[in-house]
């Protein structure tokens, strides 16, 4: 498992993890009651993120799947 922990400019906490073994992604949010999203492709589209939010994401998303491939 990857995990990774970001807390936003207004002090929002965000966590994604990553199952490495069934290549799935998963972000909760604080501010969205800490309900689990789906991550695809590096992005949750149930979710809106902010920039700053959006280029951490990706950036996790990178770092896992460039690494697993």
């Known amino acids: 498992m990857y995990h990774s922990y970001f807390e936003n400019s207004y002090g929002e ?3 994604f993890s990553y199952n490495i073994d069934t290549k799935q992604g998963t972000l909760w949010s604080g501010d969205a009651g800490w309900r689990p999203y789906p991550v695809v492709d590096g992005r949750v589209d149930e979710l809106v ?4 939010e959006k ?3 990706r950036a996790c998303w990178e770092a896992v799947t460039r690494s697993n491939k």
């Open 13 to 15: 906490q965000l966590i």
């Open 49 to 52: 993120l902010n920039p700053e």
């Open 55 to 57: 280029i951490w994401l």
